[in-house]
Nanobody, 123 residues
Framework: QVQLVESGGGLVQAGGSLRLSCAPS????????MGWFRQAPGKEREFVAA????????VYADSVKGRFTISRDNAKNTVYLQMNSLKPEDTAVYYC????????????????WGQGTQVTVSS
């Protein structure tokens, strides 16, 4: 069964940093665009960042632009989300997702999803 596995979440103080990782099990996503989404309690899932399969094209939500960086290492079949200058409003479950069509900002464009990793930012 194809599965994306996120790791790297945790509890951090405001202003701190975390790096999330996403790696698939069961197949490679070399030719897939990858995205990160997040969902806070009582809110809809929202787009955070996405990267093309080559890594040459990245897109960010305005709320994280300049603080978060998405990257991928295709040799390791892993996608990363470096999160700096974290704020309490960044608290959410973070999901990675894979998309065969290319970089996209809407959840329904993505074909595969991970189980999520909790990020909690204390004030």
């Amino acid at each position: 069964q194809v599965q994306l596995v996120e790791s790297g979440g945790g509890l951090v103080q405001a202003g701190g940093s975390l790096r999330l990782s996403c790696a698939p099990s069961g197949r490679t996503f070399l030719r897939y665009a990858m995205g990160w989404f997040r969902q806070a309690p009582g809110k809809e899932r929202e787009f955070v960042a996405a990267i093309s399969w080559s890594g040459g094209n990245t897109v960010y939500a305005d709320s994280v632009k300049g603080r978060f960086t998405i990257s991928r290492d295709n040799a390791k079949n892993t996608v990363y989300l470096q999160m700096n200058s974290l704020k309490p409003e960044d608290t959410a479950v973070y999901y990675c997702a894979a998309n065969r069509q290319g970089v996209a900002i809407i959840p329904r464009a993505y074909d595969y999803w991970g189980q999520g990793t909790q990020v909690t930012v204390s004030s």
